[in-house]
């Protein structure tokens, strides 16, 4: 069988952009499994000593670095994937 790179990109890139918030996730269960540092030891600690708070400023660093590092790959892929764009 034979893989049509050209094709398959926008599945390659997709794959990239689901992995990459796997990875946060699992950082951040390391960070608060076993960590002394991080945003996600920062965050878990803030929870529990139920400082509010920080608990939100966490949580939106989380998402803020997620997004960025999402949009990253999007960015970095986007001149492989430009035979995709309708042209104007």
Known sequence: QHVVLPSALPHIVTGLAIGMGVSWFSLLAGEIISGQYG????TWNAY????????????????????????????????????????R
């Open 48 to 87: 529990s000593l139920i400082l509010y708070p920080e608990i939100v400023v966490g949580m939106i660093v989380i998402g803020l670095l997620g997004t960025a590092s999402t949009h990253a790959i999007r960015l970095l892929t986007r001149p492989l994937l430009a035979w995709q764009r309708k042209p």
């Open 39 to 42: 945003i996600g030891y920062f």
